[in-house]
């Protein structure tokens, strides 16, 4: 008995779509980490902000700047080691974000 190809083709599919749905559903899934960190430790955050080049013409730049300045902020808050650090981090960028507004005609 031979089978035509569009019988193996039906033949495939139908055995593709279990297989895909056994995958997607009754297998189980692999196990999460138990705690994600939200944020980087304050040195590495600050150092990365420091260092890190963005164009402040961009209003997606400024509006990442004046989140990276609330968190730097918010660390000098909750870590007092590292309070001038981040303090200073957060004037650096707000004057890099005045420099940008004063080349651009914008002040």
């Keep these: 008995m031979k089978l035509s190809q569009q019988k193996w083709f039906i033949i495939v599919g139908v055995i593709s779509v279990v297989f895909l749905g056994w995958a997607l ?27 890190e080049k963005i164009d402040y013409s961009l209003d997606f730049s400024q509006i990442l700047a004046a989140r990276r300045i609330e968190r730097l902020q918010q660390i000098a808050e909750d870590h007092p080691e590292h309070r001038e650090e981040a303090l200073a981090a957060a004037d650096s960028i707000k004057a890099r974000m005045k420099r940008e507004a004063k080349m651009n005609g914008e002040i």
Excluded: G, N, Q
């Design 25 to 51: 559903f009754w297998r189980t899934p692999p196990s999460l980490p138990p705690e994600i960190p939200r944020h980087l430790p304050p040195d590495s955050a600050i150092h990365i902000f420091m260092t």
